[in-house]
């Protein structure tokens, strides 16, 4: 039922009348100041929980993996479990925590809220392995990566972000993109998910990379293409060692929907 906030202060003010009376003056006005106090409060609170107000935090999911799906409908991913352990990522900041969830469409994200780089943590990585992260954007138009020849909706992966050479131990622990970029080596920067317009999907991969592997180096002026990037080459050249990984949605909805939709701005 809902709460009256004056009727629920008389009647509770009518019960304590003897109890209060037998209290000094001045002891009497402070307890009736608490009191009432304590009925805004509650009132307030009240009409909060029950008004439109949305406040965008997502909890921590409660699994703690992820389906590959995403990528094994696409991708030769023979030897690799479809269920992999998720890749913990907030893209909070100053939003409170926005974990990814558990499928692509369990989590949403609005443009600004995966502007800057997420928090990553891998609790599966360990200290005698170095690991690449990358993150891709799934549905770009571009040509079937199976190699067909065919072209049309979300055949080709758009890199956004990939980093090498990090150590297990750093990754183990909740850590901001600073801290990450600093223990490792970033071959692609970070281009945050900008779907021209409706919603796309984007993962995070981690990979253990072969020991004695070396990175690609790229000048600053001949940065690692990103268009109709090699994901399948990548995740062999890791021997298919998908450690842990994490999907999400981003969506663009204010602008004319384009002639070929899905165009990511690279």
């Not at 558990?102 to 997420?118: A, G, N, R």
């Not at 901001?176 to 281009?191: Q, S």
Request: glycine fraction near 6%.
């Amino acid at each position: 039922s809902d709460f009256v906030f004056f009727p629920a202060v008389e009647s509770f003010m009518d019960a304590s009348s003897q109890t209060l009376n037998a209290f000094p003056i001045p002891m009497r006005e402070s307890l009736a100041r608490t009191i009432f106090l304590f009925f805004t409060v509650v009132s307030v609170f009240q009409s909060v929980q029950g008004s439109d107000i949305e406040v965008k935090t997502l909890k921590e999911p409660d699994s703690d993996v992820v389906d590959l799906l995403f990528l094994s409908s696409r991708y030769d991913l023979r030897g690799v479990p479809r269920i992999s352990p998720r890749l913990e990522v907030d893209f909070g900041y100053d939003y409170g925590p926005l974990w990814t969830g558990s499928k692509c469409e369990d989590t949403e994200f609005d443009l600004d809220e995966t502007y800057h780089p997420p928090a990553i943590r891998c609790r599966g990585c360990d200290k005698d392995h170095n690991y690449s992260i990358v993150l891709i954007g799934l549905d770009d138009p571009g040509k079937d990566p199976l190699g067909s020849g065919r072209k049309g909706w979300g055949k080709s992966p758009l890199l956004h972000w990939a980093i090498s050479n990090l150590n297990g131990t750093g990754l183990q622990q909740l850590r901001e993109y600073e801290e990450i970029k600093d223990d490792g080596l970033e071959t692609a920067e970070y281009r945050h998910p900008y779907p021209k317009y409706g919603c796309q999907r984007y993962s995070l991969i981690t990979t253990q990379e072969p020991r004695g592997w070396t990175p690609p180096k790229y000048e600053a002026d001949d940065e690692m293409p990103r268009r109709n990037w090699p994901l399948q080459a990548w995740i062999d050249i890791h021997k298919r060692k998908i450690v842990a990984a994490t999907c999400f949605q981003t969506c663009h909805t204010e602008d004319e929907e384009p002639n070929e939709a899905g165009t990511c701005s690279a």
